[in-house]
């Protein structure tokens, strides 16, 4: 239990694990069963992401400590146990899964047909999985949601997926499968040194500089695939074309963020030696995506694989920024994950809609849908406009505090991260005028209904936060700035006096 007596982490965790096994005992024809599966699973999405408000509105902005805290032996002579709790850098994470999952459920309403019980399940188990990886204080829970994660995104990608959907879930699993093995070896050893498995307690070990060198890069091989960071990002853009668009909407607005997350809960505060000496070819591999990819995404005629190469270019940003290890360039980098998950998420949902209609995704296909769908037009001018970092809108805080942080760790590098600011207005700005402006090419387009009900309520949590996170950046950043300073003072100090002691 928690400082309160209540197990407000565990309830958040569990029931959309709940509501997807209420689902195995729906019965009935398949079209009562779809109904009572998408009902079902819209009203456990809502309840989690109320109940994960009160993360919101509880929460202590004043410590870096973790909170929420539920601690429970399982194993006390191995050090293993059930340990969970939330910090600052953490928490507006978990209410990120909880607030998008409702969404990519709605947003799957009549777009899925076939299977739709087992469709709500893996999206439940989904959310749990993400929830859980958020909330972990303990490293073999992590690890465990960390991976958990996997399995029903392969099933969403591999079942309801488009034509090369089974060659783009074996990928996906594939390549994070196999850097997830050298985590586990890492964790393992960490486990041997420390004698605990609790995540906190970890922090206060010494490691040998040449030992931090190992464990980060096994860190590393995990992390880097998860984020994507280039050249081992090749899976996303096929995971994202053959995905449904639910699917889209959540491994870009959730799932590329566990392994920025990972290096943030892991690799900075624990092997701060190591940080410092990789962090030149961290910036390296980062700038190289951040303009390599951007000119990959100037050059696709595919929507969705447009914005899953903005992806990684703006996750590049992210990496950058993360290990500046200033307060500005963490702080604009967690900032930009929030943000990134916020409008390519509505990016995708946008592709979404047109594909329900058109049933398809190549750029040409469009033309001159502003004069058919206005509200649509409009709906997709902001979120094109948050993904190339408008002033007022989401993207610009997180990204513009990122240029700032990276000036002071490398010129060099600020400056090829504005490079990619400049790239993404060309990509973003090509995209929008192609789909919207240009003249209408088939009859087809001409009979187009605009935003249903259904789909303004989707879209309208989603424009909001834009807006918010673009006008009114401090209420986000409160939350996690104590957080910053400390991992920053903890670096410092770190770095001021090595850790001589070896495991």
């Known amino acids: 239990m928690n400082a309160a007596g209540f197990p407000l982490l565990s309830l958040l965790t569990f029931l959309p694990l709940l509501g997807a096994g209420i689902l195995l005992f729906v019965r009935g024809d398949e079209q009562v069963v779809a109904a009572n599966a998408r009902w079902t699973a819209l009203w456990t999405s809502l309840i989690t992401f109320g109940l994960s408000l009160i993360l919101w509105f509880q929460f202590d902005k004043t410590t870096a400590d973790f909170q929420f805290v539920e601690r429970l032996d399982w194993m006390p002579e191995f050090g293993l146990g059930y340990h969970m709790g ?29 299977r739709v019980r087992e469709y709500m399940m893996a999206f439940l188990i989904l959310e749990t999985m993400m ?23 392969f099933l969403i990608i591999g079942v309801w997926g488009g034509a090369r959907r089974v060659y783009a879930a074996y990928k996906l699993f594939l390549y994070t499968l196999l850097g997830s093995l050298l985590m586990l070896l890492a964790l393992l050893a960490l486990w041997y040194a420390a004698g605990t498995t609790y995540i906190p307690a970890l922090f206060e070990l010494r490691i040998a500089p040449h030992v ?78 951040v303009v390599y990819t951007s000119l990959v995404a100037l050059a696709q005629e595919d929507m969705k694989k447009l914005i ?33 998950g916020v409008v390519s998420g509505a990016l995708f949902l946008c592709v979404g809609v047109l594909y329900d209609r058109v049933h398809s995704r190549e750029i040409l296909r469009y033309g001159g849908v502003a004069k058919i769908m206005p509200v649509y037009a409009a709906v997709f001018m902001l979120f094109t406009m948050g993904s190339v970092a408008l002033p007022g809108t989401a993207g610009f805080p997180g990204e513009f505090l990122v240029i700032v942080g990276a000036w002071h760790a490398s010129p060099w590098v600020a400056v090829g991260a504005a490079t990619g600011m400049i790239l993404g207005a060309a990509y973003m700005l090509w995209l929008y005028r192609r789909v919207i402006f240009s003249k209408i090419t088939r009859d087809d387009l001409r009979v187009l209904l605009d935003l249903s009900p259904r789909e303004v309520v989707t879209f309208a949590p989603l424009i909001v936060l834009t807006l918010w996170m673009g006008l009114y950046p401090s209420s986000f950043f409160s939350f996690f700035e104590v957080s910053v300073a400390a991992l920053v003072t903890r670096h410092e100090a770190a770095m001021a006096l090595p850790r001589l002691a070896g495991m």
């Open 212 to 289: 931090q060198v190992w464990l980060f890069l096994a860190f590393f091989a995990s992390f880097a695939v998860k984020v994507p960071m280039w050249p081992v990002h090749t899976w996303l853009p096929d995971a994202h074309v053959e995905a449904p668009t639910a699917g889209s909407v959540i491994l870009a607005g959730v799932l590329l963020k566990m392994g920025a997350y990972g290096f943030l809960r892991f690799s900075l505060p624990l092997l701060p030696q190591a940080v410092e000496w990789f962090a030149p070819l961290i910036f390296a591999l980062s700038v190289i995506a």
């Open 308 to 340: 899953a190469y903005s992806s990684v270019a703006h996750m590049g940003i992210v990496t950058i920024g993360i290990f500046t290890m200033n307060h500005q360039g963490i702080s604009g980098a967690i900032f930009q994950m929030l943000s990134h």
């Open 86 to 114: 939330v910090d600052g850098i953490s928490v507006l994470f978990v209410l990120l899964a909880t607030a998008l999952t409702p969404l990519c459920i709605l947003s799957s309403w009549e777009a899925i047909q076939s």
């Open 131 to 153: 929830i859980g990886m958020f909330s972990s204080l303990d490293m073999v829970m992590f690890y465990i949601f960390f991976e958990g994660v996997l399995i029903p995104m």
